[in-house]
């Protein structure tokens, strides 16, 4: 399981790079969410853009990461590929984690301009 993150003014960005978040790697996929996730920010934000292929495991692996952060702390999703997209639309998963179509709009989002 390839993760690996980077601190962006007060958010977290856990990139994957994982063709596929399946049942083979949900396990570890959560584990390493948990290490990582230790650093301190408000928005952690999980970069799919990689994963071509996601099933019920990997979504609910998701799901468990999403609610181990909460309700302090808030896991957004971006670069969501086709078939991913897909998985979340069906499930109505879409309703519930705020998605960007890509990383510079979820850095982007939320910022207070001067």
Known sequence: MNLFSEAYDGMLVVHVDEPRLDAAIA?????QMREVTVQPAPRVILDMSKI?????SGLGAVVAVMKSLAPHRQLEL????GNVDKVF???RMDTVFRIHPDLDTALNSGRKYA
Request: hydrophobic share 35%; with cysteine.
């Open 52 to 56: 071509e292929f996601l099933d019920s």
């Open 89 to 91: 639309r069906l499930t």
């Open 78 to 81: 971006c670069g969501l590929t």
């Open 27 to 31: 396990i570890r996929f959560k584990e």
